[in-house]
């Protein structure tokens, strides 16, 4: 997707649009082959973007990588009872990245992995409050739950911002429930439908924010984000940030 040039170079983390813009009115920046100018406009997905002679990258240098967790693996880098790890996964991406956020060891689906410390700090943070949509495979009273769920709930003795919450398909007596949230409390989706009279039968991550699990991967497989992805990403952090 086209955007004015400070913009990208702003997402990227390189420089404040209006630092940027001081770059391009200097010269510094080249959209293929040519130099650019206030008001141009270009995209990382199909034009070379160079700045001092050097390529324009969202994350300058760092990884994201997208896994489709599985079932069965802790989200931790190393675990002292021997469990598998999401960076046995990983391990053979060329980096050491580490997982932002959670999954417990019986959810699955979406999970960010990188080495970009400053990123994750920003995903983290409370003021982020980024959505995230769940599938939830339930049973129970699902009638009597999913206005409880939709409706101001506690955890911990603090409270939270009401789910979102619409259900799906029913099957021998399953429900598969969608449950988006905007806070992240240590398994909250679980603990919420367990408050509601529901049991968990299996819970899948599928949404971060504009981030879509690829539904091309398989459990346990990973790819880099792409450059559009990365863009966004970068973009939903440094709006809370500066919200």
């Known amino acids: ?6 913009k990208l170079i702003s997402s990227c983390g390189l420089a404040s649009r209006r630092a940027a813009e001081e770059w391009i009115a200097a010269g510094r920046v080249q959209v293929n082959g040519q130099k650019a100018h206030l008001g141009d406009r270009a995209d990382l997905d199909r034009d070379e973007v ?16 997208m896994l489709n967790k599985p079932r069965g693996y802790v989200t931790t880098l190393s675990d002292e009872r021997g469990r598998k790890t999401v960076a046995q996964l990983t391990e053979d991406c060329g980096v050491r990245v580490w997982p932002v956020g959670r999954l417990d060891l019986n959810s699955e689906g979406l999970l960010l992995m990188t080495d970009d410390g400053a990123l994750t700090h920003r995903l983290l943070h409370p003021s982020y409050e980024v959505e995230k949509e769940y599938l939830v495979w339930v049973t129970g009273d699902v009638r009597r739950a999913v206005p409880l769920l939709s409706s101001p709930m506690e955890l911990d003795g603090e409270p939270l911002t009401p789910a979102k919450v619409v259900q799906g398909r029913v099957s021998g007596g399953v429900t598969q429930l969608s449950v988006t949230i905007r806070q992240g409390k240590n398994r909250q989706v679980r603990r919420m439908c367990g408050q509601a009279g529901l049991t968990v039968l299996r819970l899948k991550r599928i949404r971060e924010g504009a981030l ?6 398989k459990p346990g497989q990973w790819r880099p984000l792409t450059q559009q992805e990365l863009l966004v990403l970068t973009g939903e952090a440094t709006s809370a940030r500066n919200g």
């Open 1 to 6: 997707m086209e955007e004015r040039l400070q």
């Open 50 to 65: 160079l700045i001092d002679g050097q390529p324009l990258r969202p994350g300058g240098g760092r990884v994201y990588l």
């Open 212 to 217: 879509h699990l690829d539904r091309q991967l």
